[in-house]
């Protein structure tokens, strides 16, 4: 990624989850942040990491919701982020905090077992 890229996904990362927090009314997003957006080099696409508590079922009517709502969002980020097109944007889960997580738990459970 180039550094025009890396920028704009940083921009688009905190607007995102500004609108979140303020402005999206759509209860099917459920408990999401937006952990990281990755911006193609054509500035095309831009693929948002969302994480989201819960079970899969939920994270995946998180996900849905949030992609239903992507031509709000990209609206809002037009008036925000001033650049020709704003990237289509695609939705996927990261799992690097639910993976962090069970790691955490597992090393928690060996330290109490004395084995750590």
């Not at 001033?82 to 889960?93: D, T, V, W």
Request: charged letters at 25%; aromatic letters at 2%; glycine letters at 6%.
């Amino acid at each position: 990624m180039s550094l025009r890229t890396d920028r704009l996904g940083v921009l688009m990362q905190r607007e995102i989850a500004s609108l979140l927090r303020n402005g999206l009314n759509n209860p099917n997003v459920g408990l999401a942040s937006i952990s990281r957006v990755d911006v193609s080099a054509d500035l095309s696409y831009a693929t948002v990491r969302v994480s989201v508590m819960g079970s899969k079922q939920e994270q995946m009517k998180s996900l849905n919701a949030l992609q239903k709502s992507s031509g709000f969002i990209r609206t809002h980020l037009s008036k925000i982020i001033k650049i020709r097109k704003i990237p289509e944007l695609r939705f996927a889960i990261d799992e690097n905090q639910q993976h962090a997580a069970r790691i955490d738990e597992i090393l928690h459970g060996l330290k109490e077992k004395g084995e750590l």
